[in-house]
């Protein structure tokens, strides 16, 4: 398997304030996709971005695959953004095999 | 109902007590799975079922045994499990193994005394 490593593992931000939070992973995926966990545990689907830059809201996602790294980007933060944000990665050739990343948990303060 | 639903979602069983979860998806998909998230770990894949045929057995232990009579059904049948296997299990779906992408349902928070 591939290994996907996010940082950091732990953010407190102040709400209104933005964040970078990276996914590194170990060999080539053909599927990558970030999650925020909510308090109850929840999955909800946030970005699915193998490649490219996409955007919803305040929030973004840009993976550059060829130097095997995913960045989601939270602008203005929100205390209802407060969770675990994981990315899961498929290697190359193996459609729908995720393996998860260890997550950042985020906490925004108000 | 949407999307995908698990029941039940809490579970307290004894070690010598046999209980099933249920996963439904309510999205038109050919493949389900099954994840386990312990505390402190990282979610992992347990099994993958594919136009209800299983693709993927990633080393589970026989006391989980899944069955998937259906595209829209994935069941988890448990027996004589450990406290260890005490954790969140989470159903997930896409609309076949090349995905793209993966719906997650609320989980079921399983306790083992």
């Known amino acids: 398997g591939i290994q996907v490593e996010q940082s950091p593992p732990d953010l407190i931000l102040q709400e209104g304030a933005n964040s970078t939070l990276r996914c590194n992973f170990s060999d080539s995926v053909n599927n990558l996709q970030w999650f925020h966990q909510n308090p109850w545990g929840q999955l909800i689907n946030l970005f699915y971005i193998p490649s490219g830059t996409k955007q919803n809201g305040r929030l973004s996602a840009t993976t550059v695959a060829t130097e095997r790294y995913s960045l989601l980007y939270i602008s203005s933060s929100q205390t209802t953004d407060s969770g675990v944000y994981f990315c899961?990665?498929?290697?190359?050739?193996?459609?729908?095999?995720?393996?998860f990343g260890s997550g950042t948990k985020l906490n925004v303060k108000p | 109902e949407t999307g995908v639903t698990q029941t039940p979602r809490h579970l307290v069983m004894g070690m010598t007590n046999k209980k099933s979860l249920k996963c439904e998806q309510h999205?038109?998909?050919?493949?389900m799975y099954w994840y386990k998230q312990s505390a402190k770990k990282p979610l992992e894949l347990m099994f993958v079922?594919?136009?209800?045929?299983?693709?993927e057995n990633n080393s589970v232990p026989s006391r989980f045994s899944p069955e998937c009579p259906n595209s829209s059904h994935l069941f988890l049948h448990l027996h004589t499990l450990q406290p260890e296997d005490s954790a969140l299990y989470l159903c997930a779906s896409s609309q076949d193994r090349t995905g793209p992408e993966q719906f997650f349902g609320p989980g079921t928070r399983l306790t083992v005394l």
């Open positions: 899961a990665a498929c290697p190359g050739g193996d459609f729908n095999k995720f393996y």
């Open positions: 999205l038109g998909h050919n493949a």
């Open positions: 079922y594919n136009f209800k045929e299983q693709t």
